[in-house]
Structure formats: structure tokens, C-alpha cells
């Protein structure tokens, strides 16, 4: 049963006008352009009344955007497991994190959102095992560039010289600036300042223009945004799990502090629940437990909590990225394949699916396709948080190099060890704020 009641699309209903409108003007037919202006203002009245249209709300008491009233709404559950920093346990599976999360997404980067069929036939082509077992050794238009940074052949071990730009990581990089320009106590309004100082870019998303128009960072997610329950937050979750070890509720609040920027109601409880997932992680040593900790952090009886719950409770029936991709598409049908929510169980599902198999997780969990680099960054992320570096097989990783490229203004490259070392000092101020 879908969480959401969706209705039937309108299916390239702008595309048809268009090509009528085309067809008629090329008959001669008179009056063409008077029909496209009234369409137009029809569409628009239409459009506004769909957006006024009432939200549920017994739905909308459930799924608040207050910190103060979300964690009103939690369950009972663990807030703190690490009272002080264990430093060498953490930064093992910092690194193993972080180079977790960049395996990840570079496999997925060069085939996000492809369907499952799609790779298969690619993977078939070049004679790669399905689901990958390393980098995909060829990308599709290797020649185009992603972000302007990095071409798209640079996401193969050939050409791969350190970690090649995508959104996904920038989040985390961002993050780390962020707690090292503003402290532990940064508000959304320094979020906001950070994005316009740091982001050229923000994918699929109106907030940055919304920032950049001096749209208050509070309020930035909730102009002209139907995109405010999408996976941003989900993808920028990471460095607040990597500041706060062990203390998923203080890693929840700076997610949250973040994610106001840019999502509302599930979107925000997206970035809380990962967020709290890796702190959890690190001190649990296993990705399942660190899932079902994780959902102290958020309302109760959101969609998201419930998704969770349920993806959860059906993980021992997925056994592979057919079996994934069928249940989600079964359950989530009309749900955009960037939505937090499809992806969450996604995320989860290569975790249980590749246990303490780091191949296995990423591979699976790209084979399912949606959102499939932010989904193996995530799924990468919490397996190294859990398990550490030595757990990530070196193929993964010998092209990294020690450096991440960037599209951050003014910052083109971290050095990997230099990461490791910064977010260390700033988890030692967390622990010690």
C-alpha cells in the first residue's frame, strides 16, 4: 500500500499542446498564438488552485518542522552512546566512512537513475559482472563532464585519479566547513550563507536561487518548492554523523539545522535519519542496529518512520536488487525516483542484503537503480561508520589517491587524510561541547 494516495500524471501533456500548436501554425490556421496564451493562463489558474488545495491535518500534526515539536514526537530510544571519544575506534571508521560513502557514490555516479534492465544491458556490452564487482570500466559519453569538474570517464579505473566530483560528496565537504566556520552551534540562517559562499550549484533544487534572491534560510524550502520532500537532505546527512559519533541525537540536530535549508516534513526527517544512523553506527558496529536506533530520532508516526519500519520488517524477504526494485516500484508507484522515501528503503535493503559484504552492499544497491549514487553513498557511508576501513576491499579505493575533487568555490580538492583529521577535531568539540 503506497504512503501516499498519488493520481494519475499528466503524461507529456505539454509536449502534445506544443506539437498541435507546431502542427496548426504550419497549416496557416489563424488564431494560433491567441489559443497557446489562453491555454497558458488556464494552466496557470489550475495550477494555482492546485496549490492551494488543504493539507491533512492530522498528517500535518504528525509531521512537524520544529525541532522542539519533532523531538516531541519521537519514540523512546538511545540519545547518546559515546559519552567520551573513543579516538582510534572512530577514526578508523571515519575513514572507513567516508571512503565508504565515495565508493559509493562513484560507482553509481555514472549510471544514477538508470533502470535496473539499462545496466544490465551495459554491463553485458563491456563484460562487466552485474552487479559490479568494481568500477564500471567504461562510461557512457565519457566526454561530458559532470558539474563542470570531472569528465565522466574519470568514474573509471582507468582514468579515475582521486575521488571525482558529484553533489553527493559536496554535501559533506560543506558540512565540515560549515561546523569549521560557524562552531558546533551554527544556526540555518549560517547554512544558508555557507551555500551562497560555497555552492556554484544545487541540483533539483529552487533553494539555492531562493538564497541567492535573499530568501531567508528558514524560509528558502518552502518558496515555490515542490521539491521539499526530496533526497537533499538524505545526501547531505553524512558530516553531521561524522561531527557527532555515538550522539545520533546531536547528530539529528545539526541535520536538522541543515535540512530546514532545504527540505520540509520528510525531507528533514531524511537527513535526521541518516544522520543519526551513522552515529549510531560508529559506536554499535552494525548497520541494522545503527537502522532501527536511528528511528529515535524522528516522529513516530511520519510516513518516513513507517516506511522505515516496514522496509525494515520485509529485509529478510529481499534477497537481491530485482526483488528491491519490485517492491519498491510495487509500493512507491508515481513517487519521484529522487524522493526521500523510496530511496530510504532502498538504502536499507543493500545493507541487509550485502551484510558485511562492502561489494555486495554497493553493488546491490546500485543494481536497484533510482537514486542509486545517492543511495550506495549512503549504504557505503554507514557500512565503514560500522565496520571500518579494512572492511572496504582495496580495489575500491587504490585510485583515490589521498584527494576528492570539488566544484566548492575556492576549495577544488580535499586531501582525504586532512578530512579525516579536521572532522576528528570537530567531533572532539561535539563531544566536548
Not at 495550477?47 to 492530522?58: C, F, H, M, V, Y
Not at 554535501?171 to 544558508?192: N, P, S
Request: charge should be negative; glycine fraction near 8%.
Amino acid at each position: 500500500m503506497t504512503p501516499y494516495n498519488y493520481p494519475e500524471p499528466l503524461q507529456d501533456i505539454e509536449r502534445t499542446i506544443n506539437a498541435w500548436a507546431q502542427h496548426k501554425a504550419e497549416t496557416g490556421a489563424d488564431g494560433v498564438g491567441e489559443k497557446m496564451a489562453e491555454i497558458k493562463t488556464l494552466l496557470f489558474e489550475k495550477l494555482a488552485e492546485l496549490r492551494a488545495l488543504s493539507e491533512d491535518p492530522a498528517l500535518r500534526a504528525a509531521e512537524p518542522d520544529d525541532l522542539a515539536a519533532i523531538r516531541g514526537l519521537r519514540p523512546e530510544g538511545v540519545r547518546r552512546y559515546w559519552t567520551d571519544l573513543p579516538e582510534a575506534t572512530y577514526r578508523d571508521r571515519l575513514e572507513g566512512a567516508w571512503l565508504g560513502r565515495c565508493a559509493g557514490n562513484v560507482l553509481g555516479s555514472i549510471v544514477e537513475l538508470w533502470a535496473p534492465e539499462k545496466m544490465e544491458a551495459w554491463a553485458a556490452y563491456l563484460g562487466d559482472a552485474f552487479p559490479p564487482e568494481d568500477y564500471w570500466r567504461e562510461a557512457e559519453r565519457p566526454f561530458e563532464y559532470k558539474y563542470e569538474t570531472s569528465l565522466r570517464d574519470a568514474f573509471t579505473p582507468s582514468k579515475m585519479d582521486g575521488v571525482p566530483t558529484d553533489d553527493d560528496l559536496i554535501y559533506t565537504q560543506v558540512g565540515m566547513l560549515i561546523l569549521e566556520d560557524y562552531g558546533i552551534d551554527f544556526t540555518v540562517d549560517d547554512v544558508g550563507a555557507a551555500w551562497v559562499k560555497y555552492l556554484p550549484v544545487s541540483p533539483a533544487t529552487p533553494v539555492l536561487g531562493n538564497l541567492q534572491a535573499d530568501v531567508p534560510a528558514t524560509q528558502a524550502a518552502a518558496v515555490d518548492n515542490p521539491t521539499m520532500f526530496w533526497i537533499i537532505g538524505s545526501i547531505s546527512a553524512d558530516p553531521w554523523g561524522y561531527a557527532a559519533p555515538g550522539y545520533p541525537e546531536l547528530a539529528a540536530d545539526f541535520a536538522w539545522r541543515q535540512s530546514t535549508v532545504c527540505n520540509r516534513r520528510n525531507g528533514i526527517y531524511g537527513a535526521m535519519y541518516f544522520s543519526a544512523a551513522i552515529a549510531a553506527a560508529f559506536a554499535l558496529g552494525d548497520p541494522m542496529k545503527a537502522l532501527e536506533a536511528a528511528l529515535a530520532e524522528i516522529p513516530a508516526d511520519c510516513v518516513l518512520a513507517n516506511e522505515v519500519r516496514w522496509a525494515l520488517d520485509v529485509a529478510g524477504d529481499i534477497k537481491d536488487y530485482r526483488a528491491a526494485r519490485a517492491a519498491a516500484d510495487e509500493r512507491y508507484g508515481g513517487m519521484h525516483p529522487v524522493h526521500t522515501i523510496n530511496n530510504a528503503a532502498l538504502t536499507i535493503w543493500g545493507l541487509a542484503i550485502g551484510g558485511d559484504d562492502f561489494t555486495k552492499v554497493i553493488g546491490e544497491t546500485v543494481a536497484m537503480g533510482l537514486d542509486n549514487d545517492c543511495t550506495a553513498a549512503s549504504a557505503g557511508s554507514i557500512f565503514g561508520a560500522a565496520y571500518g576501513k579494512d572492511a572496504i576491499p582495496e580495489q575500491w579505493t587504490r585510485n583515490f589517491n589521498n584527494k576528492a575533487h570539488s566544484f566548492i568555490i575556492g576549495q577544488p580538492e580535499f586531501a582525504i587524510d586532512d578530512m579525516i583529521n579536521r572532522f576528528t577535531a570537530l567531533a572532539k568539540q561535539a563531544h566536548a561541547g
